[in-house]
């Protein structure tokens, strides 16, 4: 309650702002009956105020949305108890329409003119930021991202091929978006859109050019048990004939304003299935996938552990004796040694998804329907990869007619594995 | 609650249904946490299911949507009790999902299969038809309105100009689709797309080449008195360049199944816009419109109406020694006759456009803020403009400075007209 | 002599003629080394006063084009005389300019300007028409078909599906180019595009929508004996799939200026691989091919003709039996009298096609190399196909195969045939 | 005639060639008459022939063609005679005939294959460079050129505007083909497409995506002195709605094979003309051009020569000093030196440009109907361009409406210039 007294404190202020009041003004028109016939015009001068409304008034302007555009709690209770003494048609119309926030319109509204949807990312990217210090504002939060979840809808959107092809305007995005295994400038780029490497993208009809997610895949023979392979630069463009297995090595979102927005699932399974289609030799679906979250977990893991007590000592002698971390400390790291972390990261992922400290990239695949088939030493010697896994990388294979199934086992907390992996669960002594 | 009871039963029969058991078992799984992982595939096999279920089982279908796929009646009081108590961000949350429907997220889901949209707008048709008889089943229309009203948002929309560059398969869907003055063919099509003719429609990114919505406008000198010449075939094609008048003389819906959708408001004032854009000498933006509840409204007028009645009983005696109408009748009929006609449809328009008997045709004018700018006689003298009009058709103005202005006196039950309308609402002695 | 003498008499008339000299000057000026730097300017002025030239003055203009922008005769002379004592590749480049007209670089001019290549071909048309009367125009007509027939080069055309999805304005030009089997309106065009039946056009890159030549193909089991049934409507678009035989049975060219450039030839061809990559089922290419001028050649031939004046005299008594050609007269035609007629038209095909009398259409398609396959009865029944072939229609199969030698037969004065039309080449007593 | 011997030596030998036979004998095939009916097969063979041909066998493929597939003299001498005689159109065609040599006839059906063009582009560039040693070759030469100049008619290429929209495949083309200020990378590149810099290329309907020649222009306030400040990087991309002036500082050619086929007088003047219409406000198009033939020229000019002496002497003994060239040498340069430099060059470019040393540059724009408007000082500190002009450049004014008249003059031995330039004619004592 404290929180809902803070933003009605900021709403009241809201009130006398020369700056913001215009802004709510217009918020106000624009869903008003009388706005209905000139929304456009209306939500123009909406995204307009906004824009120019100063960084410092943004928290007041969501906190007036919060109190001022929120469900009257009064007209909620009296239609749901009609609903609940007679759950008819009728009841249910006027109950739903009580419940609706009127921001939800406001937002609606917004969209519709030229730039609305843009707008509307922007706004949220703001709030996103607000949000942290408000949980109030979740409220808030919870209309953008029910709308965005509405509007995203993964039928309304467009699976495109990135090449050599596309436009440098497309391609410059790419190369600033790409976030698991950075892409050092043109000719880097170059070599991942060769004929047997692939990106593919979503865009939405509303957002033009603008790349929503890609994803970066390599077109091999065997099942990927290192990254450097996949993206050093090659003097010559390999065919992708005599490929069999696709990895998918990298996943990147670009609008920061769709978190929430689950595209990445549709993502991975559109674009599997599109090179099934082209490329019907392909009989193997998998990634190549960092654990960012091992070395996080490893450091706030008890030096005592039962039976894992032993080689959780020995990693950390030997991290111990390499404070500093460079890819030939990991080469030459002595084989009872890898033993031992390949055992604690099978550990890890098996026994920590569902935990608080779980991995993201194990949670968002697994949940996807993959399984965890195989972990691979010395696999990212990146600085990122050394530091967040000790270069250790996975491979989730994605198998198409097991995806449901394996999505339940998660969902009731299994996490599905290959038996390579289930030996590595028990320890060396 | 009879009507509810109904519904409960169809329901309880449909539970053993060989035909559609399989179908709400597959709506089940598509909605479920499991349905999560697999939502494409699953979502193609209620595509399937519905589309061969016979006929006569689907209001059994929707029946079970209403009810099964309903809110909890328990849960909605208990969460909207808590809201009443604090209108917290978390209890909001909460009261939401607690009102939202199942059902909505079965229609989103569908919505993620390709083809899902479309079979959304068949489903749609048929339960509008199934509706009449049920009015629990509204429940059921309103989440699917609810959804297809954001997916169909005027910012997604595509304007496009038809003309004689358009595809056949396109040119072919407006004959069949033109709803207002019917086009008998391609030459006469042809005329209507000629440089000073102009037809523009919307379409969806998911509906791939099939109009939503249309409307024709004529580019002349003058506001049009008359349909007929601007739907003559001319034996050579005038320019555009001399307009100083846009007359939007039919608009037509072509997807049933996006009942109550508001487009047509949107489309005219984009399509404005852009011929304001690019022809800047246009001067006056209106329609030529028919008044297709006028006849109805007068055979439904009592003889007796204070100072009406002497104009009611003129034009009476007329229609009985017309009982079959042509258009040498109507160009005919005697001045004051004419005069009657005029002000007993001035009367109409401007004081029944809030009641249950008011055109409908002028209230979606009026409400998409246009003026009731001049009544013309012997404007329509096709078979059907004689039956429910008596010939008349009316000009409303769009004027866009005051579409605003003009929207909010409608709401508040008043009707904007010009002068010469309101000198036609003194009728003769 | 006495023609070459007419035309300079025209061309000094041309002199003093006030709308045809101006005209003359921009030409001079164009090919002059001054107009070199102002080629587009200058294009346009000549392709201007041409179109502003009175119908009247076309024959006065090519006759200038014909006498003063001729080679040189002494020039040509002297510079082949070098040529014939030292072939060096001085001499011949020396040659070469003497011998092209300057003409030919007039026509490239005004092909740099926009709408040139359009022009040109008006230009022909024009042309082609006054040539008749006039062969020294030839020498003109040489120079556009020669500079025609390098830029309309197949290398450079665009093969394009014309279908349900072109544009009405390219469907109206097919309808009206069609010149084997009339297209009565839009219903009768929408059968022979659906999926079994196809049309195929080319384009040109600088003519923008305007087909140059199309073909039009039913994809059918076997191969046809009739025209009716290929396009006949049908309730049901048939599907392509089962199809085993293509066959061409119309081609029409669309523009008149390109008389003498063969393209046909190279789209049947090019149109025959693409269905067979499209459809590897196809195992038959052959046309259903009309006989233009059978009839013609029966009314030439003596009576009395050898062992053919049996069957020529029973044709001539039924002929005259039927003096109007009714669709019920052709098929209850009395056995022999069929057997006579198909044997007197194979006579035709096989023996004529390499004389004066031969018909167009047989030497077009032996000339492209394909075979005189089956000769049809009845095949045919509108009314132009009676009064030319009473009724008869011919199957051409193109053996891709053989087409070479085949075409290399034609050119040696033989027919290639089947086992089939052998046997009609021996008449009944 | 030694040459030609050479050549028939050449021809003789290849007879008995094992590789390069049978392509000739595909070659003969391809034009007899025989080959017509399969010209697209035949033509495939050509072309696989020609790209299997050893390096050191092309020599005698072309020569081949010089001799074998050459005129016959006799045959031409024939023809000249009659047509000396009775210059008829009939003689006219037998002549025409003659003359054409049937390797013309060859390259045009080379050019109906699929690549067939660009196989002639590359087939010219290797015969350009053999052409060198045999200038009997140069008849071969001329055929490609005169149909390559036939088929690249300005009339069918397509101009497009280059920016960072265009591919990142046709941008590293216009990277690699910048011929006169070099692009160091993307980032550079980048900088010369902003809204206030142009590139524009030439693109032909056979050869795809492949740029002919391309353009930068930049759009600025005043005619630019130097070209650092055109295409240094800048952190905001500025807007060309403020500039009154376009300047073409770069024009490249991209495709070696059409060496003589001249288009960039077409591009610079199409270019013009869009600019134009899309920014009316733009008053003065002009180049900031290299001098690339003026320190050859300086070389070879001999110390004493009359009023030149002093400036001569001057600037050598200033070019003794300065061995090596730096950008401070030219920036210090004493003023009265800098004098004498601009007047030399002033002399070089209008006196030289008709003489075998005159600059490539000047000629271009000269014989384009521009004019020599300014010279400038240190204006080009890159290394070629103080190496070529000692740093300085020229500013070539086009003055759409005087470009045919300035033509005319170049061609007449003039020099158009302005009145500085002038002034510059008059050396320092």
């Known amino acids: 309650m404290a929180m809902l007294e803070k933003l009605l404190r900021l709403t009241q202020k809201a009130r006398g702002d020369r700056t913001l009041e215009p802004l709510l003004e217009s918020c106000r028109l624009l869903i008003s009956e009388r706005g209905q016939a000139n929304v456009y015009a209306l939500a123009l001068k909406v995204i307009e105020g906004y824009s120019a409304l100063p960084a410092a008034r943004r928290e007041a302007f969501f906190a007036a949305l919060a109190t001022e555009f929120a469900p009257e709690p ?35 509204r917004i969209n519709r003119a030229p730039g609305g949807t843009a707008m509307l990312l922007a706004m949220r990217v703001d709030l996103l930021g607000l949000r942290k210090g408000n949980p109030e504002l ?25 090449d050599w092809q596309s436009s440098a305007a497309l391609l410059e995005k790419i190369i600033h978006h790409e976030a698991v295994h950075e892409i050092s400038g043109w000719s880097d780029l170059r070599r991942r859109l060769q004929p047997d490497r692939r ?27 290192a990254v450097a392979p996949l993206i050093e630069s090659k003097p010559e463009a390999a065919s992708a004939k005599g490929a069999k297995t696709a990895v998918f090595y990298s996943i990147s979102n670009c609008q920061p304003g769709l978190r929430g927005v689950s595209l990445g699932n549709f993502l991975i399974k559109k674009v599997a299935d599109q090179l099934k289609t082209e490329l019907p030799q392909l009989k193997t679906f998998c990634t190549l996938s960092p654990i960012p979250g091992f070395v996080r977990w490893l450091d706030k893991t008890p030096a005592e552990d039962g039976e894992w007590t032993a080689a959780l000592q020995r990693v950390a002698a030997w991290r111990q004796r390499h404070p500093t971390l460079a890819p030939e400390n990991i080469t030459r790291m002595p084989k009872p040694v890898q033993q031992d972390l390949l055992s604690l990261s099978a550990r890890y992922l098996v026994k920590q998804s569902h935990e608080a400290l779980g991995d993201p990239v194990a949670r968002f695949h697994l949940d996807n329907g993959a399984r965890l088939e195989r972990i691979n030493f010395a696999a990212d010697l990146s600085k990122k990869g050394m530091k967040q896994s000790l270069g250790l990388m996975v491979n989730y294979l994605y198998d198409i007619g097991e995806v449901e199934l394996r999505h339940q086992e998660f969902v009731n907390q299994k996490v599905s594995h290959s038996t390579a992996v289930r030996r590595l669960l028990k320890p060396q002594a």
């Open 74 to 108: 009064e007209t909620v209770l009296s239609a749901a108890t009609q609903y609940a003494q007679a759950p008819t048609a009728q009841h249910l119309a006027v109950l739903t329409q009580a419940v609706e926030s009127p921001r939800q319109e406001l937002i609606r």
């Open 199 to 225: 990106c593919y993208a979503f865009f939405h009809p509303q957002l033009g050019d603008e790349p929503l997610i890609f994803v970066e895949v390599a077109l091999v023979d065997e099942m990927a048990d």
């Open 138 to 162: 979740n409220a808030v939060d919870a209309d953008y991202l029910h709308l965005l979840t509405s509007w995203f809808n993964p039928g309304f959107l467009r699976l495109e091929r990135v």
